[in-house]
């Protein structure tokens, strides 16, 4: 069966861009989370949705920053005016469970974002 | 900020050796669960452990839970190639939110 997939897998943008991140998770899956991975770090925690409902956006590092998944499935990232701080890898997770402290999460790829 | 924090940074080892890599956290938990990253990828789920376990066992890995130390240990039994990555350890959920430490990048020497 198909994992979690993220696209673009690589995105370099202008300083002062906008761009948008997209996440496809493992169908049936309820909740979606977002991170950041800054190089040599672990990742941060950005958001996350259980179905359509985003019910956790305090890891969101400016407003900047913005998240949906309208639909329960697809998710979308999208960094607006982006700077240099912003370069990082963007992963998105996905867990079969609701409650988020019960099962594992499965990890899609990553989208590294290079802002020069 | 990262809760989290494994130990060693980084682990170089014979193939065959045995790899431990510690994790150390700051609040109470529900579950750690450890994760491997190969470079350039996404992480994979190695194993979960929750916080009234103090053992657990999945094929070639054994993690240990000590909560009074709020520390956790990874054991790779018998490396292989293969292996060489960076773990991550997860601890929470405080509130929806895991926290991952920084990694331990190991590397196996064929």
């Known amino acids: 069966g198909a994992g979690v997939s993220q696209s673009p897998r690589y995105k370099v943008a202008k300083r002062g861009q906008d761009v948008a991140l997209r996440c496809d998770p493992i169908?049936?899956?309820?909740?979606l989370f977002w991170y950041q991975q800054a190089l040599g770090q672990g990742p941060e925690f950005l958001t996350y949705?259980?179905?359509?409902?985003?019910?956790?956006k305090s890891g969101l590092p400016s407003d900047r920053f913005f998240a949906e998944r309208p639909e329960g499935s697809v998710s979308t990232l999208k960094i607006q005016r982006t700077q240099q701080e912003d370069s990082a890898v963007y992963l998105c997770?996905?867990?079969?469970?609701?409650?988020?402290?019960?099962?594992?999460?499965?990890f899609g790829p990553g989208t590294r974002l290079t802002v020069t | 900020s990262q809760q989290g924090e494994e130990d060693p940074q980084a682990l170089s080892i014979q193939e065959g050796e045995n790899a431990t890599m510690n994790c150390s956290y700051k609040t109470s938990i529900n579950n750690l669960q450890w994760y491997r990253q190969n470079s350039g990828r996404g992480l994979v789920h190695l194993i979960l452990?929750?916080?009234?376990?103090r053992e657990k066992h999945s094929g070639r890995l054994r993690v240990t839970l000590d909560t009074s130390k709020k520390s956790s240990s990874l054991l790779i039994t018998a490396s292989r190639a293969a292996d060489t990555a960076s773990y991550f350890c997860?601890?929470?959920?405080?509130?929806?939110?895991?926290?991952f430490g920084t990694g331990t990048s190991l590397t196996v020497i064929p």
């Open positions: 169908s049936g899956h309820v909740s």
């Open positions: 997860a601890t929470g959920p405080t509130g929806n939110q895991f926290y």
């Open positions: 997770a996905s867990s079969f469970a609701s409650t988020v402290a019960t099962y594992e999460q499965y």
């Open positions: 452990i929750r916080s009234n376990e």
């Open positions: 949705f259980q179905n359509e409902a985003q019910l956790d």
